[in-house]
């Protein structure tokens, strides 16, 4: 990950291109100490999180993660629950740039964003019932940025369809959709004209936007380890789906 100033703007860089910025579990640990830091640094009003190269803004946590689960089926242990910005407590606005695909994991960045500017090729799924894993905290968080019947079909179609950036522009998801060479640039004009404006104001809008769902999706949270733990298929069959299906398959856009 990568961080420079510019006029009040930190832009941090998920920079794993060849694995499509699949996130690890050191870097997972770094981007939230990442967001802890700016809560303290007065010079960073604004940020922007975005994923390098063309493909990929982020699929998720890198499948050879280990990542040991304890034994009572009342608890999960998901090193991506601190992976956004709110979770850790940073209430400076961020903005996603997103560029190529966004899946799984990376909707814990994107449901923590304030908004998203998106590359005209970008796409959006979520492969969690492809491989016979329950879709609760990702399904949870988009939920709160999508109409009902969209996030539905999203998550239950798996990998067998992606949400284009039209769509995903059409339904909200997306605030703003520019040519790939310009993800990031749009992404930081937006930002650096928030960081302009006097930061007490920005923030309080900020937790005023986020206080009007932020209930909801608390209640939503809690009841998501019970049903990841009732629900996902033994690890050993995951990945014999995930061998059997390959990491992309066939699938269509729309």
């Known amino acids: 990950m990568d961080r420079n100033a510019k006029s009040g703007v930190a832009v941090v860089t998920l920079d794993r291109p060849e694995r499509h910025n699949a996130v690890t579990l050191p870097m997972a640990a770094e981007l939230a100490a990442k967001w802890r830091e700016f809560r303290y640094d007065d010079e960073v009003r604004a940020a922007v999180i975005t994923g390098a190269g063309e493909r990929a803004f982020c699929t998720g946590i890198d499948r050879d993660a280990q990542v040991p689960q304890p034994s009572s089926p009342y608890t999960i242990d998901d090193p991506l629950l601190t992976l956004g910005p709110k979770a850790n407590d940073l209430w400076k606005p961020v903005i996603a740039a997103v560029n190529g695909m966004a899946c799984g994991g990376a909707f814990y960045l994107i449901g923590e964003a304030e908004f998203v500017i998106a590359a005209e090729h970008a796409t959006f799924f ?5 491989y016979g894993m329950v879709s609760a905290y990702e399904a949870i968080s988009m939920a709160q940025r999508m109409p009902f019947g ?3 079909r999203m998550s239950l179609m798996g990998t067998a369809e992606r949400v284009s950036a039209r769509r995903a522009y059409e339904i909200g998801l ?8 310009d993800v990031l640039s749009a992404a930081l004009r937006a930002a650096e004209t928030i960081a302009s404006f ?43 789906l995930f061998a059997a299906r390959g990491r992309g398959g066939e ?4």
């Open 150 to 152: 969209e996030v539905a």
């Open 198 to 240: 006097p930061t007490e104001a920005v923030q309080g809008t900020v937790r005023a936007v986020w206080s009007a769902k932020e209930a909801a999706r608390a209640q939503a949270m809690a009841h998501a380890p019970h049903l990841i733990a009732l629900g996902n298929a033994d690890p050993s069959h995951q990945a014999e």
């Open 174 to 181: 997306v605030s703003e959709l520019v040519p790939g060479h």
């Open 126 to 130: 979520d492969p969690h019932t492809t």
């Open 251 to 254: 699938f269509r856009t729309r």
